[in-house]
């Protein structure tokens, strides 16, 4: 069965940071492509970050270059977002994804004062 | 960047009866190997996406066969053809043409008259 699990969420203040994790089972993580999505509180899904099945590349939306890092460490299956200098606006649930076919139930994170 | 446009906003229906949601892409979804890499995801309330169309026609697992996905090109559609409560939620549609980034529909809310 395949499961994605998100860890790490919180409150935190704007221009703190914060550092998402996701384990996956059930599937060959290291043949996936992995994004994480966030979706903000009644909005829509939007796209944030992509890393190569093997850690050799990494994409993100302009949104949140320079203050986000996505990483994988294919030997735990697990999938990382380091974030920094958080804004109010990064206040999200936020799902990792392998490619489009699996999804996690997402963690939330607020970004307030 | 591609635009993904997603109309009606709302709809809603009643039991028993056929939805039709539409995708518009700003720029063509077929690829380079010829597949054509859009998506179509159901949220349900308080739940993470799910996929139930990938590659335009394709069902995933489970997904029952009253959900199906057409088009080409630019234009894509999702077709419930009989309602059910259990199909209330948000729609979306994704490209993964253009990658790496996906890029989502602003969503259509179902709903039961």
């Known amino acids: 069965q395949v499961q994605l699990v998100e860890s790490g969420g919180g409150v935190v203040q704007p221009g703190g940071s914060l550092r998402l994790s996701c384990a996956a089972s059930?599937?060959?993580?290291?043949?996936?492509?992995m994004h994480w999505v966030r979706q903000a509180p009644g909005k829509g899904l939007e796209w944030v970050a992509f890393i190569q099945y093997d850690g050799s590349n990494e994409h993100y939306a302009d949104s949140v270059k320079g203050r986000f890092t996505i990483s994988r460490d294919n030997s735990k299956n697990t999938l990382c977002l380091q974030m920094s200098s958080l804004r109010p606006d990064d206040t999200a649930v936020y799902y990792c994804?392998?490619?489009?076919?699996?999804w996690g139930q997402g963690t939330l994170v607020t970004v307030s004062s | 960047d591609v635009v993904m446009t997603q109309s009606p906003l709302s709809l809603p229906v009643t039991l028993g009866q056929p939805a039709s949601i539409s995708c518009r892409s700003s720029?063509?979804?077929?690829?380079?190997?010829?597949?054509?890499?859009l998506n179509w995801f159901q949220q349900r309330p308080g739940q993470s996406p799910r996929r139930l169309i990938y590659?335009?026609?394709n069902r995933d697992s489970g997904v029952p066969d009253r959900f199906s996905g057409s088009g080409s090109g630019t234009d894509f559609t999702l077709k419930i053809s009989r309602v059910e409560a259990e199909d209330v939620g948000v729609y979306y549609c994704?490209?993964?043409?253009?990658?790496?980034?996906?890029?989502f529909g602003g969503g259509t809310k179902v709903e039961i008259k």
């Open positions: 059930g599937f060959i993580f290291s043949n996936y492509g």
């Open positions: 994704m490209q993964g043409t253009h990658w790496p980034a996906l890029t």
């Open positions: 590659k335009v026609s």
């Open positions: 994804a392998g490619g489009s076919d699996y």
């Open positions: 720029q063509s979804l077929v690829h380079s190997d010829g597949n054509t890499y």
